[in-house]
T-cell receptor, first 115, second 110 residues
């Protein structure tokens, strides 16, 4: 158990819908990272937050957004969902701020299926 | 563009043998490299990391080698066990993000 929790574990929704994925980092970690893992794209970095502020952006679509709240949990919002958005979404946390890399601890993931 | 690739998508080894998983990276500015293990249905789990100022780092039954000249990274697992069956990802870090490779699936033959 990494100490990172993600909910829900599974999510099935229809195209065009909007969903919210939730992540709680390990106690003491200030950074939260979101990743998308699909069969043909591997593990893709989406976005990082540090202590409530966006710190780094990766291959995140404009239909996707995220935020980190004062209690440090984070939410990833996916809207206007398409079939191709079906994937595993992982959250990771680390103690680090941006600019330096430390060990990231991954949550168990949310499996999103868009039908 | 930046990319991290793997030489072999699958690797099958006999239980008890040593496993070597290879990874090529393209960004010579990367200063941090990590190996992750992902078991079925779970999130990636940190195995070992190495900074660009090092050539070798050892952990428990694992060794990571970094060859910056040819931009190559490898993970060596000693005395491979059934519990080592998983997909192994290398990742390179620089600036503020990690770039992951596609992964190598390691299977253990009894």
């Amino acid at each position: 158990d990494s100490g990172v929790t993600q909910t829900p574990k599974h999510l099935i929704t229809a195209t065009g819908q909007r969903v919210t994925l939730r992540c709680s980092p390990r106690s003491g970690d200030l950074s939260v990272y979101w990743y998308q893992q699909s069969l043909d794209q591997g593990l893709q970095f989406l976005i990082q937050y540090y202590n409530g502020e966006e710190r780094a952006k990766g291959n995140i679509l404009e239909r996707f957004s995220a935020q980190q709240f004062p209690d440090l949990h984070s939410e990833l919002n996916l809207s206007s969902l398409e079939l191709g958005d079906s994937a595993l979404y992982f959250c990771a946390s680390s103690i680090a701020s941006g600019g330096a890399f430390y060990e990231q601890y991954f949550g168990p993931g949310t499996r999103l299926t868009v039908t | 563009g930046e990319s991290v690739g793997l030489h072999l998508p699958t690797l099958s080894v006999q239980e008890g043998d040593n496993s070597i998983i290879n990874c090529a990276y393209s960004n010579s500015a990367s200063d941090y490299f990590i190996w992750y293990k992902q078991e079925s249905g779970k999130g990636p789990q940190f195995i070992i990391d190495i900074r660009s100022n090092m050539d070798k780092r050892q952990g428990q039954r694992v060794t990571v080698l970094l060859n910056k000249t040819v931009k190559h990274l490898s993970l060596q697992i000693a005395a491979t066990q059934p519990g080592d069956s998983a997909v192994y990802f290398c990742a390179e870090g620089g600036a503020q993000k990690l770039v992951f490779g596609q992964g190598t699936r390691l299977t253990i033959n009894p």
